[in-house]
C-alpha cells in the first residue's frame, strides 16, 4: 500500500458504485480498514449486503440501466449522509449484444458513463461542502485508446454494435468527464481523477457467458491482476496527500499518463460532452461556467 493510501479515513464517507463484487468489494473492504462510513452501492442485492455485512457499511441498490434508479439512489445518498467525502464510480459493464436501456439508450454509453456522470452531478453539491474538500474517482480503462465519440451518435445507432467498440467509447467519455469536472470544480474543493486499473479478473463482462467461463478459469486467476491489485489505484487517488497534483489526471496503473487519443487531449470537445450529457440526462440544473456548443442535437 501507498503512503497515500495509509491515510486516516476515519470520520469521512465514501460512496462506492459497483462494490459488490470484484474490485468495487476490494475497495470497500480497504476503505472500511482506513476508518471510512462506506456506502457499498450495487446491483445485485444479496452481494451488495454481504459486502456492506462484512465491512460494517450501508448497502444501496441501484440499476444503472434506469436513470430514475440513479436519481432515486442520489436521493437516498443525500437522506443518508450529512457529508460525501468520495465519491468512487466504479460501477460498470461490457454487453454482448446491443441492449437499450429504458431510457432509450445503449446500454454500455448509459452504464459506464451517463449513469455516472448523472449521479456525480445530483451529489455534487454535498461533496462541495465537505470540510476537507472531496474526491471523485472514475474507473476507466485503456481501451480509451481506441475510442471515439460521435456527440450527435453516442448511442452508436448510426453504425453496427460492437461490444469492445462501445466499451472503448464510453471510457473515453469518461476520460473527457473527468477533466471537464476537474475544469468546473476548480477552486470550489472538488477534484476529480481517472484510472486503468489493469485487466483484472472480474465480472465485468458477466453478460458474455464465454467470458465469464474464461475469468473464472485457473489461468485468468494467474494472468490477470487480482481485485485487491486492481483496487490499488483508485485508494491512491482517492487518498494521494495533494488531490490538486492529480486533478483532472488519468492513471494507468499507479503512474500518470498523458491521454493517447486526440479526442481525449480535446478540451472543447470535453465541454461539448459535458452540455450533451446533461441533455441526454435531463440534468436540469448545471454547475456553473457552462457554455453552450456549437451545433445542434436531437434527443
Same mark, same amino acid.
Given at each position: @500500500?501507498?503512503?497515500?493510501?495509509?491515510?486516516?479515513?476515519?470520520?469521512?464517507?465514501?460512496?462506492?458504485?459497483?462494490?459488490?463484487?470484484?474490485?468495487?468489494?476490494?475497495?470497500?473492504?480497504?476503505?472500511?480498514?482506513?476508518?471510512?462510513?462506506?456506502?457499498?452501492?450495487?446491483?445485485?442485492?444479496?452481494?451488495?449486503?454481504?459486502?456492506?455485512?462484512?465491512?460494517?457499511?450501508?448497502?444501496?441498490?441501484?440499476?444503472?440501466?434506469?436513470?430514475?434508479?440513479?436519481?432515486?439512489?442520489?436521493?437516498?445518498?443525500?437522506?443518508?449522509?450529512?457529508?460525501?467525502?468520495?465519491?468512487?464510480?466504479?460501477?460498470?459493464?461490457?454487453?454482448?449484444?446491443?441492449?437499450?436501456?429504458?431510457?432509450?439508450?445503449?446500454?454500455?454509453?448509459?452504464?459506464?458513463?451517463?449513469?455516472?456522470?448523472?449521479?456525480?452531478?445530483?451529489?455534487?453539491?454535498?461533496?462541495?461542502?465537505?470540510?476537507?474538500?472531496?474526491?471523485?474517482?472514475?474507473?476507466?480503462? @485503456?481501451?480509451?485508446?481506441?475510442?471515439?465519440?460521435?456527440?450527435?451518435?453516442?448511442?452508436?445507432?448510426?453504425?453496427?454494435?460492437?461490444?469492445?467498440?462501445?466499451?472503448?467509447?464510453?471510457?473515453?467519455?469518461?476520460?473527457?468527464?473527468?477533466?471537464?469536472?476537474?475544469?468546473?470544480?476548480?477552486?470550489?474543493?472538488?477534484?476529480?481523477?481517472?484510472?486503468?486499473?489493469?485487466?483484472?479478473?472480474?465480472?465485468?463482462?458477466?453478460?458474455?457467458?464465454?467470458?465469464?467461463?474464461? @475469468?473464472?478459469?485457473?489461468?485468468?486467476?494467474?494472468?490477470?491482476?487480482?481485485?485487491?491489485?486492481?483496487?490499488?489505484?483508485?485508494?491512491?487517488?482517492?487518498?494521494?496527500?495533494?488531490?490538486?497534483?492529480?486533478?483532472?489526471?488519468?492513471?494507468?496503473?499507479?503512474?500518470?499518463?498523458?491521454?493517447?487519443?486526440?479526442?481525449?487531449?480535446?478540451?472543447?470537445?470535453?465541454?461539448?460532452? &459535458?452540455?450533451?450529457?446533461?441533455?441526454?440526462?435531463?440534468?436540469?440544473?448545471?454547475?456553473?461556467?457552462?457554455?453552450?456548443?456549437?451545433?445542434? &442535437?436531437?434527443?
Amino acid at each position: @500500500m501507498t503512503d497515500g493510501a495509509r491515510q486516516d479515513l476515519r470520520g469521512k464517507t465514501v460512496v462506492l458504485t459497483g462494490a459488490s463484487s470484484g474490485i468495487g468489494a476490494a475497495a470497500a473492504r480497504r476503505f472500511s480498514e482506513l476508518g471510512a462510513t462506506v456506502a457499498v452501492v450495487g446491483r445485485s442485492p444479496q452481494k451488495t449486503a454481504a459486502v456492506a455485512e462484512r465491512i460494517g457499511g450501508q448497502a444501496h441498490l441501484v440499476d444503472y440501466g434506469r436513470l430514475d434508479d440513479v436519481r432515486r439512489l442520489a436521493a437516498d445518498l443525500l437522506a443518508a449522509y450529512g457529508r460525501i467525502d468520495i465519491l468512487a464510480n466504479n460501477a460498470g459493464g461490457i454487453f454482448a449484444s446491443r441492449k437499450t436501456s429504458t431510457d432509450g439508450h445503449e446500454m454500455t454509453i448509459q452504464v459506464n458513463y451517463l449513469a455516472p456522470f448523472l449521479l456525480t452531478n445530483l451529489l455534487l453539491d454535498r461533496l462541495a461542502a465537505a470540510p476537507d474538500g472531496a474526491r471523485v474517482v472514475n474507473t476507466a480503462s @485503456m481501451v480509451y485508446r481506441r475510442g471515439r465519440l460521435d456527440l450527435g451518435d453516442l448511442d452508436s445507432t448510426g453504425r453496427r454494435y460492437l461490444s469492445q467498440r462501445a466499451y472503448a467509447q464510453s471510457k473515453l467519455a469518461t476520460i473527457l468527464f473527468t477533466q471537464e469536472l476537474a475544469r468546473r470544480m476548480q477552486g470550489e474543493g472538488v477534484t476529480a481523477s481517472a484510472f486503468h486499473p489493469g485487466v483484472v479478473a472480474t465480472d465485468v463482462s458477466r453478460d458474455s457467458a464465454v467470458s465469464r467461463v474464461l @475469468m473464472g478459469s485457473r489461468l485468468a486467476r494467474a494472468l490477470l491482476s487480482t481485485p485487491d491489485q486492481g483496487a490499488e489505484p483508485l485508494l491512491h487517488l482517492a487518498t494521494v496527500g495533494d488531490p490538486q497534483t492529480v486533478n483532472g489526471a488519468y492513471f494507468h496503473r499507479l503512474e500518470p499518463e498523458a491521454p493517447k487519443n486526440d479526442q481525449a487531449r480535446d478540451a472543447d470537445l470535453a465541454r461539448q460532452l &459535458w452540455v450533451r450529457s446533461a441533455q441526454l440526462t435531463d440534468l436540469q440544473v448545471l454547475p456553473p461556467q457552462v457554455a453552450e456548443p456549437s451545433g445542434t &442535437w436531437t434527443k
